[in-house]
């Protein structure tokens, strides 16, 4: 099966599925329009987000990042006057310079993420969306602005007003996740609880993903990253008013309509599920809020029992 | 004045020069044939030894690098399979990141070298040998290498038959060396007690250095790195005795002939100074051992007063 997943709320449930799936049953494709080049190096979020949870390195207190990171790297660089807003762990650099070093040497964003992160034991495929650039950016009330400066230095405050993924109709799927796409077998989809904008529509904008994950037969669920009418982390509640809906589980089947065949809501959302389905779209509602690893390989087990159920 | 400078023993004399001396009468020209790429990044070691001991972050008890250093980078670096022979701490790895993305940016590294400098809050001039690169390799037993596999991974164990300054030839001296030579009230030359071979023969291998120290008029010292015929650190004494030399001040003299006017050797060593002064070149024995900021800056002067008495 093929897991799509952002950062670190997509990486928990593909944690899960890691737990729950042979290595060669599950493929993890991740964004990667929250990439960026940053002190000459590639850093990209959302694979190593994917990566350091699957490695069993996150740090679960802090919420992302490495356990036991140290900031020595950044002290420095203020002390030099370089650029400090977005803050990179002395371990965690060792990723992007890494990286940036292999695919300097002419490697593809595929083969170097399959490197580093069998490096770390990883045995299941994480592979980004895409081996071409593709960059997020926003058009906001105090103007346009790439991804990591409205995420990260203005910490999502601007009015979103629209979204664009330079790059992505150029960009072709990568080897990974177009083999994955093809394989006859492919057993389901799983949309992670990520956010729809900013994680998940950059994989869904290059071409030829949306008509293949409909052609391929088979289902595809996502799971909802509003809980409460609340993102559990990140602006996908924010955004979604901004973009004029409603914050809701409502909001996100419409949003993923025509192409998702049943949507994951929390149990307390419960009340939700009549009207969505009348639209049209299963639901399975159920405890999809992760502390620990069980709840990640419970809510996996679920995602597959309730695809294989929409068969 | 000038000091021509090596790494970690030739910085120590730097710092004592910039105690004794004023901003603008002090230009430090700092070997780069040692500096190399690696992992992506440029890696200056003597421009970073002196900044670091200039700017009073040495880790002195080490002998190298900064004062409380971290090591996460390096631990993370290893665990991805990446090249961990050459070590980087957390801090002194922001020197190399914001260099290498100046450079990137179009900046000379004498520019850059002026801004790191600076921001550690170094008011002397501290200016590489040149902005165009110069690579020293050295031909051993064992082959034909880098300085610093030679110096790092193989810790010098080979046997060096031949040295060269690759790139030297097609160098100028930086803008800041080259203006302070041409200074009509140029005071001294003051070559710190670094590796001849390694450190100081690179600087004196780009066009025309060393016609202009001659023509210059300002006395030029050097001190010996070489104390009862051993170097205090490195393999300068090795090298000599390689290249078909015998260890000691002798020499170091004979190195240097033609271009120093002035040796300092050690007091203990003094029994050497007869020998060297009826060969034509004026001695200087003194304590040369610098373990204190007040050991640095009486050797400084000191090496400012025999110049003096050269002229």
Redesign the interface.
Known sequence: MIALSGGVGGAKLAFGLARVLAAGDLTIVVNTGDDFEH???LVCPDIDSVTYALAGLSDRERGWG?AG??W??????K????ADWFNL???????H??R??RL?GGRTLSQVTA??SG??GIAHRVAPMSDQPVRTFVDTDTGRMAFQPYFVRERCAPVVSSLDYVGAQDARPSPAFSEALARPDLSAIVICPSNPYLSVDPILALPGVAEAIRASGAPCVAVSPIVGGQALKGPAAKLMAELGAVPGNAAVAAHYRGLVDGLVIDAGDAADAAAIEAAGMAVLATASVMVTDEDRARLACECLDFAGRLV
């Open positions: 002190l000459g190096l490495l990171e140290t020595g790297f950044m002290a420095a660089l002390r030099l006057g370089g762990g002395d371990h965690d650099l060792a990723m310079v890494e940036t070093r300097a490197e580093l490096a770390l």
